[in-house]
Nanobody, 115 residues
Framework: QVQLVESGGGLVQAGGSLRLSCAAS????????MGWHRQAPGKQRELVAG???????NYADSVKGRFTISRDNAKNTVYLQMNSLKPEDTAVYYC?????????WGQGTRVTVSS
């Protein structure tokens, strides 16, 4: 099993920045793909960004150019740098990773962007 623990959420004004962290209980080199999803009130969970063990990244169109996903293999941590935040980015952000064909999820961290 893999435990994923997110941190870094909070309240920020529109235009501000936050950095989310996701610490894994195992080497992230053994996790095929890691990423961030988010779920806003009354909406379905959606992909925000993903990063493979080889470092390839992908982003939702709504966050391209504003968010950056990265990984620090030595710290077993994946980050999501969020800049130019908008009220519509308000959601609970979930870290996830695929390990041995099973997708694991963190408990989520709340991001609130005020206008």
């Amino acid at each position: 099993q893999v435990q994923l623990v997110e941190s870094g959420g909070g309240l920020v004004q529109a235009g501000g920045s936050l950095r989310l962290s996701c610490a894994a209980s195992t080497s992230i080199l053994s996790i095929t793909t890691m990423g961030w999803h988010r779920q806003a009130p009354g909406k379905q969970r959606e992909l925000v960004a993903g990063i493979t063990s080889g470092g390839n990244t992908n982003y939702a169109d709504s966050v391209k150019g504003r968010f950056t996903i990265s990984r620090d293999n030595a710290k077993n941590t994946v980050y999501l740098q969020m800049n130019s935040l908008k009220p519509e980015d308000t959601a609970v952000y979930y870290c996830n990773g695929v390990y041995r064909f099973v997708r694991y999820w963190g408990q989520g961290t709340r991001v609130t962007v005020s206008s």
